[in-house]
Every structure is written in structure tokens, then in C-alpha cells.
């Protein structure tokens, strides 16, 4: 969209600056005596309008050589080269218009009194198609700074979205209720493992309450957090659940998003465990690969079990809050495979920044 | 059937449910009521729909999430003669269903008064107004689709030859027929029975995926192959199995619809 040929109001006031700009070239081409005062007014004003509108063009051939991506001597070439050819074809746009006015009687030989005066013409017009240049960069970066403010804050209130709902399905009903229950069972049976289990249980919702307001946390947080769910879950089911981790220690202080990982572990044990009598196993497998951090969490899970009865708003809630957080840099997958379900992701590793 | 005086005849029970914990606190529960003998405890679906139909229980204790099938599935399967009570940890949809059906359900975690409760209601199912409390009892095919989260629709329909479960995912359904109170549900050369109206199917069902082309007859437009005039004011719709299926009138029309499209 053309900055000033987008809205009337702005090409009227585009063309309100052009009129000391008129002016001055009135005054400049007086300047040598040769022309009238009344003289250098006919001739510029109308070249000045024209020239306003040569000057439009310079927008687009801003946007095919934006700052931050063209060299500068591309940027050079381009610009240099639009202020020659639009000035020269005002100056000759000029001296006809001249001829023009000669001919016309009303003002005999001025086009030879106006003659001298075009080195002069030509020089100012490089100068203002060059200054217009010179504001349509301004306006463009402008315009990229009002964006990528937009983008931002669209992003952070993606990502507090996200962390609120994480949150939500963090103390996640079933799960809650379900681990009660167990509870509730224990307190005749084996009052101490009932003890027990109100411990963890408390342990694991103090630690996701404490995380909600970090916007990263050390991934050593994130499996702690994780160990503490599933030890909550190991009283429920038993020998069902056998978890097998495999973590790269160059791992353990890259900055994560905090509670990124344990909703796709608790997404293992209630569409993959929960649903195989016997149990299953799941992975965890977090390695460094070159800059970046790969995860991947792969579960056992029955393809012929029962219609799952919640929507996967987990595996959606991840994938948001990565593209929140890194753009393209991150990248989010899962598939069953057979018998075994697998959800990767990857993106940059972020290492915490030593205070000084 | 009526036990004779001064006999107490046991209520026979068995619990469903595949997490240890929670099967323990159901038998810590039933204990304390001498009344009732827990005649078989399952931990999955299979197994309880399997147990029902060889043991015959008055009574069932059933959990809702559990592997193989879940306990509207177990329901579907059995009939109404058992009583059931439902337990579960947290479902939205499934309480609501309990809630408009007045089914007896427990909700994880839960204490003795509210055990005591359902049994109360149980009981009284079982005793002599059994015969018109259980023309109360929703049809198991409605309650399991009022349970449903709405605008999910069945991908899969379990049905039941004797103590043996099949599973048949509604892609492989060819067509449905209804029989009597019975569909049959025809799909990889076989036809299993399910006692269901088509009606309710045909509601459970993705309208756009399946379609009810006669008042008997609901088919998976994916397996029509072609529509063929057979008689004076109707069609048949040949499917790829080579089933020819009858198309009514106002059937066709809408098969139309939606083969032009």
C-alpha cells in the first residue's frame, strides 16, 4: 500500500509540504535575475506539481530495495539511478513546457532566458527525489518498529494465554480426583503410603503453582517436576508405568519453557498407560543437537482402546506456546507409529545468561 | 424372582474398574454390608462384559475410563438387567448424562454416606419394583450418547456374539439394518447384531458420512458404489461389497444431494 496514495488526506497534505517546496524553486530559479518573479511562478508551479507525483514513485522502488536486506551499493545504484531518470525527464518535461509558454505569446523567449537556469532545476530535482527517498525509509522503518511491536504483543499474550491454560490442565481434574481416591484407598489399607502419597501429591502442585509466573526455567526443574507427577502416578498405577529416561547432561541448564514437558507426559500416562492393562513403557529422550535442544516423548499405547473421552488440547497448548516463544526456529510433530506414540520437538537451546 | 421368607438371598456384585486402588476401596466399602458378595472384580472392559454375561450379577460396579472398552461401551452391551452404579473420577459430559438419566454413579473420591446412598438405590431397583424402575432405566444406547461430548460422533461400535466382543470401527461399517429392536450391522462380510434402534444410530452417527436412505436402512456413502432404479418409484444403492440396499423416495432424493455435489 503507497504511504500517501492511500488516503485522500494524506495526498493533500503531501502536496500542502510541496508548497514551500514551490516556492523555493521559484525563488531559486529568480535567483540569476534573468527570470521575472511572475515568470519563475508560472514555470514552477506547475512543474513542481508534476514533479510531487514523479516523486510518489520512489515508494516502490524503496520496497524492492529495503535497508536491512539490499547492499548498499544496490541501494546506491537504485536510488541514484531513479533520481537521474525522474529528473530528466523533468527537465525535459520542462524546457517543452517552456517552448510551450514561448510560443503560446504570453511570455515571448522565456524558454531561452529559462535555459541557464536548468543545471539548477536538475540539481534540485535530484536533491528532492532524493529526500523523498529518504522518507519513505523513514516511514518503512516506522512501519517494521509498529509491527514487530504489534507481533510482540501478540506473542506475550499468546504465551500468558498459554501458560494459563498449561495451568489449567496442569491441576488437571482427572488427575486430581483420580490420585484422591487412591488416597482415600490407602488411609485403611497402608496409612503410611497414604502419608506418603498426600506428600508428593503436595509436592507436585506446589512446584507447578511456583512455576506459573517464570516465563523459562531450568530444564533440571522441568524433570524434577515431571518426576514428582509420576511418582504421584506410580502409587496409582503401580507396576504399570515403567519410565525410561534418557537425558544428555550438556542438557540438564538449558532455559525451557516451564511446564512444557509435563503435559505430554501426563498425556502419556492417560491415553497411553491408562488405557493397556498390563501397562507400558514410556521414553524420554533429550539430547543437544548442535544449537538446538531435541525432545522427544514416545509412550506404548493401544490403538484399538476406547474413543478418547477429552480433545487433545495439550498437544495443541504446546505447539502454540513453542511458535509463541520461537517462531519458525521451533519445530513440533507427533504420530502414532504402530504400537507407540511419539510427539518430538526441537528448538533452540537457550543457556541462562550469568549475572554479573 | 422372589427369595423365600426368612432367607436373605445375596445381592451378587462385581466390580469393574483397572486401577488396584480404587477396586480396594470399593471392596473396603461392599464388605461392610453383609448383604452383598462380590462375586468377580475385572480390570478392563473385556473382562467385565465377559464376567456379566457368564455370572449374571444383580449388581455392577463400573468405571467409566478404562482400557479395551470404556463403561458406556460395557453398558451397551449388557442390557438392562444388571443394575449398574458408575464410578468415576471426573468426566463433564458422563456426570451430566448420570445427572438427566438419574443413574446411580459415584464420584472419585467418596466416602460411606454417599456409597451407602447409591446401594440404597441399587437395592431398591432390585427388590420388587425392579419390573417398573427399570422401564425408568435409560435405554444403555442413550446414555451412552447423552454422555457423548457434543458434536463427537461414534467412530466405533462394539457389539457382542455371546460372551465375545467385537469392536467395529465405523469406517468399516457398510450399512446398518433394522431388525425388530435389533440393528444389524453389517461390515467385512459379516453382520453382528446390536440391540439399538436405528434411529439412535443414525444420531450417533457422522450425517456426513453415513445416511439413512430407507426407513430400515442406514449406509456409509463411502461404500456406495452406484444408485440403480429396481422398481417403479425406487432405487438400490449397490455397495462395494456388492450389497444391493433399498433407497426410498425421499432417500433417494437426498442420496442425490449428496452423490451431485
New interface residues.
Given amino acids: 500500500m503507497h504511504p500517501i496514495l492511500s488516503k485522500i488526506r494524506r495526498l493533500l497534505l503531501y502536496l500542502l509540504v510541496w508548497e514551500p517546496i514551490t516556492a523555493l524553486v521559484a525563488y531559486l530559479l529568480t535567483a540569476t535575475g534573468k527570470l521575472s518573479g511572475r515568470e519563475a511562478v508560472v514555470l514552477a508551479m506547475p512543474l513542481c506539481l508534476l514533479f510531487a507525483f514523479v516523486c510518489l514513485s520512489g515508494w516502490y522502488s524503496c520496497r524492492v530495495t529495503p535497508l536491512d536486506k539490499s547492499s548498499l551499493s544496490k541501494i546506491v545504484t537504485a536510488h541514484v539511478g531513479g533520481a537521474m531518470v525522474a529528473t530528466g525527464l523533468w527537465v525535459i518535461a520542462a524546457r517543452w513546457y517552456s517552448h510551450a509558454l514561448a510560443r503560446s505569446g504570453a511570455f515571448p523567449g522565456i524558454d531561452d532566458r529559462f535555459l541557464p537556469e536548468i543545471p539548477l532545476l536538475g540539481v534540485t530535482g535530484i536533491l528532492l527525489y532524493l529526500l523523498s527517498i529518504a522518507f519513505y525509509y523513514v516511514y518503512m522503518q516506522f512501519e517494521a518498529s509498529k509491527d514487530a511491536e504489534a507481533r510482540m504483543m501478540k506473542a506475550s499474550v499468546l504465551a500468558r494465554e498459554a501458560e494459563l491454560k498449561a495451568l489449567k490442565a496442569q491441576v488437571n481434574?482427572?488427575f486430581l480426583?483420580?490420585s484422591?481416591?487412591?488416597?482415600?484407598?490407602?488411609t485403611?489399607?497402608n496409612p503410611e503410603k497414604a502419608r506418603e502419597m498426600c506428600i508428593l501429591l503436595g509436592d507436585f502442585l506446589r512446584r507447578t503453582l511456583g512455576l506459573g509466573e517464570k516465563s523459562t526455567i531450568r530444564l533440571e526443574e522441568e524433570l524434577s517436576l515431571i518426576h514428582a507427577f509420576l511418582a504421584v502416578e506410580k502409587?496409582?498405577?503401580?507396576a504399570r508405568i515403567q519410565m525410561e529416561e534418557t537425558v544428555d547432561p550438556k542438557a540438564l541448564n538449558v532455559m525451557v519453557l516451564p511446564l512444557l514437558l509435563q503435559p505430554l507426559v501426563e498425556n502419556a500416562v492417560s491415553h497411553g498407560i491408562?488405557?493397556?492393562?498390563e501397562g507400558g513403557w514410556i521414553r524420554l529422550l533429550i539430547e543437544c543437537k548442535g544449537s538446538d535442544l531435541s525432545i522427544a516423548v514416545e509412550n506404548k499405547f493401544?490403538p484399538?482402546?476406547?474413543?478418547r473421552?477429552k480433545?487433545g488440547v495439550g498437544l495443541v497448548n504446546v505447539r502454540q506456546r513453542l511458535k509463541a516463544r520461537y517462531g519458525n526456529l521451533a519445530t513440533f510433530s507427533y504420530a502414532p507409529d504402530g504400537e507407540s506414540f511419539r510427539v518430538a520437538l526441537k528448538f533452540p537451546a537457550e543457556r541462562e545468561v550469568q549475572a554479573a | 424372582m422372589s427369595a423365600p421368607a426368612g432367607e436373605t438371598k445375596k445381592i451378587r456384585t462385581i466390580i469393574v474398574d483397572d486401577e488396584d486402588l480404587a477396586r480396594q476401596v470399593l471392596r473396603e466399602f461392599i464388605t461392610k454390608h453383609a448383604e452383598i458378595e462380590i462375586i468377580a472384580e475385572c480390570a478392563n472392559g473385556f473382562e467385565a462384559v465377559k464376567a456379566v454375561m457368564e455370572l449374571k450379577p444383580d449388581l455392577l460396579f463400573l468405571d467409566i475410563q478404562m482400557p479395551k472398552l470404556d463403561g458406556f461401551e460395557v453398558l451397551e452391551l449388557i442390557g438392562n438387567e444388571t443394575a449398574v452404579i458408575f464410578v468415576t473420577a471426573y468426566d463433564s459430559y458422563a456426570i451430566k448424562a448420570f445427572g438427566v438419566h438419574a443413574v446411580d454413579y459415584l464420584l472419585k473420591p467418596y466416602g460411606a454416606d454417599r456409597f451407602n446412598g447409591a446401594l440404597e438405590r441399587a437395592k431398591e431397583r432390585l427388590s420388587g419394583k425392579a419390573g417398573k424402575n427399570s422401564q425408568e432405566l435409560p435405554l444403555p444406547t442413550d446414555l451412552s450418547a447423552s454422555a457423548r461430548a457434543p458434536l463427537q460422533h461414534l467412530d466405533r461400535i462394539a457389539v457382542r456374539d455371546g460372551t465375545k466382543v467385537f469392536i467395529i470401527p465405523v469406517a468399516k461399517l457398510d450399512y446398518a439394518e433394522a431388525q425388530d429392536d435389533y440393528v444389524a450391522l453389517a461390515s467385512e462380510g459379516k453382520k453382528h447384531l446390536k440391540q439399538q434402534t436405528i434411529s439412535s444410530l443414525e444420531q450417533a452417527l457422522d450425517p456426513a458420512r453415513f445416511l439413512r436412505v430407507h426407513r430400515s436402512y442406514i449406509v456409509n456413502l463411502e461404500k456406495v458404489v452406484r444408485v440403480e432404479p429396481y422398481a417403479k418409484d425406487s432405487h438400490v444403492a449397490v455397495l462395494s461389497s456388492g450389497s444391493q440396499i433399498p433407497v426410498s423416495r425421499s432417500g433417494y432424493s437426498r442420496l442425490r444431494e449428496i452423490l451431485d455435489k
Avoid: E
Fill in positions: 481434574p482427572h480426583f483420580n484422591l481416591n487412591s488416597i482415600s484407598a490407602l485403611t489399607s502409587v496409582r498405577f503401580g491408562a488405557n493397556l492393562v493401544d484399538d482402546a476406547p474413543p473421552r480433545s
